[in-house]
């Protein structure tokens, strides 16, 4: 072996390096290797190259943020045609990784230069070949990788996304061009076809991952850096999500956002997001705060107010969080040092985790626009309360909420043939239908002046129908927030002295809803009446 010749070769590539990321991992990867096969350390030539990498790599990363920014704005929601099967491993930039990702005995060492020896040093051939060639590491072909494999099949794109419970015939003239260019066939599909809610921004997301995890594979010194902005690309997906499709949301309820999601987000756009001032002295990298794509429309009724670009948006979110998932275990392990493990916990458990929360708020958007709720509000508000007897007929509000739900119901089921619709986007939208209508209620009811015994009971007789409406449509038993009205409205029959106590339990509701509670049971009595209002005001100033 000629040494010399080759630490010739190390050195001119080192002195010829351009500013190419990938370039300086080949150098780095010559200079360990030579220090493999030379037997000799270059421990000022690693520092520098060290140092010089994790410059490159810094500029490397607000290039592929900037990217991922315009692949975020420019994108139209739809889905892209993946196989049923499709994960993250299956992409070209993951092949090289492929062994180690599925090798259970590398997995369960925690050895993370185990990891880097059993992967870069292949064998002396191929340290030979790459040396006396021109070709960059990431270019030269030392394993058998085969090309990608993951756009769905003809027989994949032809099936129909039918729900189970569809009763609908579908003739051989429908043909919808939307996504997959879908063709139905006479027959009714019973077999639903599970779909990977996939954009051309997840895949984006994906295969930079898949460079990042080489880089990390390769320099195991910046591994950290690496998997740190790995963690902001799923930030940004999520922020953006967030901000694109809730953004319309026109109602408030603090019950929308869970408190994980919501520090989550606030923490997000403090630490990535410019907030349209330059701070000289922040060193921090950010971006600015982007706009949802102009072919995206979410205001049109005939359009579902783009629920479809809604589900494919979180759901592609999600999937996204699972492919992260999928990751863990090898990312802990290039990490060497438990005491630097925290930001990756916190991943994990906040950020990935409140992905799934992000249905709510994004779904109820569109379900706050499809059901009107201030109209409901002001026909509750011409019902007499004040009746003496109970009534056997339900107001007429409640037929117009039940025309709302079987509305939504076949708009939901014609929305199916379009995309795919799981059982958990299913129950996520019903359940923020059922949010809305009992919270609407419970305001509905807080408005009245005055109510007798008879007219709380045909507030018991209204809901009770809605109720039973609701799960015969929808199949949810029970009614989702049914204890939010019931709750309300028997409240009116307890007694004086318990009444302060129930009203310091239920923070759920708010304080002009308990002051209009109140304000009826103690209609004919002021002093009364004026010591709770006086109590709910002073609880809810704590």
């Avoid at 790599?57 to 900037?66: N, P, V």
């Avoid at 999500?241 to 949301?249: C, T, V």
């Avoid at 994004?362 to 011409?382: E, G, H, P, Q, W």
């Avoid at 007929?393 to 619709?421: C, G, K, W």
Wanted: glycine share 2%; with cysteine.
């Amino acid at each position: 072996m000629d040494i010399d010749k080759y630490k010739k070769i190390i050195k001119q590539r080192f002195n010829n390096g351009t500013f190419n990321v990938w370039k300086h991992l080949e150098i780095v990867w010559l200079m360990e290797a030579s220090e493999e096969f030379c037997g000799k350390k270059l421990e000022i030539l690693q520092q520098s190259m060290k140092e010089q990498c994790s410059l490159y790599f810094s500029q490397y990363h607000a290039s592929r943020l900037d990217e991922l920014c315009i692949f975020l704005e420019h994108d139209g929601w739809e889905l892209c045609p993946v196989k049923s099967t499709f994960t993250a491993t299956q992409l070209q930039e993951f092949k090289s990784l492929e062994s180690v990702l599925n090798d259970s005995e590398l997995l369960v060492s925690t050895n993370t230069t185990s990891i880097k020896n059993k992967d870069i040093w292949t064998n002396f051939e191929n340290f030979r070949k790459y040396l006396e060639s021109d070709l960059s590491f990431l270019d030269a072909k030392f394993d058998n990788t085969k090309d990608e494999d993951i756009l769905a099949t003809i027989d994949e794109k032809t099936v129909d996304y039918i729900s189970e419970d569809s009763e609908d015939e579908i003739n051989h003239d429908s043909i919808i061009n939307y996504a997959f260019h879908r063709l139905y066939t006479k027959k009714k599909i019973k077999t639903r076809l599970a779909v990977p809610m996939v954009t051309n921004t997840t895949l984006n997301v994906l295969r930079v991952c898949g460079r990042y995890l080489q880089m990390s594979k390769l320099l195991t010194s910046i591994a950290v850096t690496v998997i740190q902005s790995m963690i902001q690309f799923f930030e940004l997906y999520l922020y953006c999500i967030n901000l694109f499709f809730s953004s319309d949301f026109n109602i408030t309820s603090k019950s929308v956002y869970t408190s994980k999601l919501r520090l989550t987000l606030t923490r997000i756009e403090k630490n990535l997001i410019r907030d349209g001032t330059i701070n000289m002295d922040d060193e921090t990298l950010k971006v600015r705060r982007l706009n949802l794509s102009s072919v995206v429309d979410l205001h049109r009724d005939d359009n579902f107010f783009g629920l479809a670009e809604r589900v494919v948006g979180v759901e592609s979110l999600i999937f996204l969080g699972q492919q992260y998932d999928n990751l863990q275990s090898y990312l802990r392990r290039l990490i060497s040092e438990n005491s630097e493990k925290g930001f990756l916990d916190q991943f994990y458990t906040e950020t990935v985790r409140s992905a799934v929360d992000l249905r709510k708020p994004v779904y109820m958007a569109v379900v706050s626009k499809y059901f009107k709720d201030t109209n409901i509000i002001t026909l509750m508000n011409r019902v007499n309360w004040e009746i003496k007897d109970v009534m056997s007929q339900h107001s007429s509000y409640i037929d117009v909420l039940h025309h709302d739900i079987e509305a939504f119901a076949r708009s939901l089921n014609n929305l199916t043939r379009l995309i795919p619709i799981t059982t958990d986007v299913k129950f996520a939208l019903w359940d923020n239908v059922a949010h809305l209508i009992t919270h609407t209620l419970v305001e509905g009811y807080s408005n009245a002046r005055k109510c007798s015994n008879g007219g709380r009971g045909l507030m018991q007789l209204d809901y009770t129908q809605l109720k039973l409406k609701f799960e015969s449509i929808t199949g949810l038993r029970p009614m989702p927030y049914s204890e939010f009205v019931e709750s309300y409205v028997k409240a009116y029959y307890i007694p004086e002295n318990t009444l302060r106590e129930w009203i310091r339990c239920h923070k759920e509701y708010s304080s002009k809803q308990l002051i209009g509670l109140v304000s009826c049971m103690y209609q004919n009595n002021k002093k009364s009446r004026q010591k709770f209002v006086t109590f709910i005001e002073d609880q809810s100033s704590r």
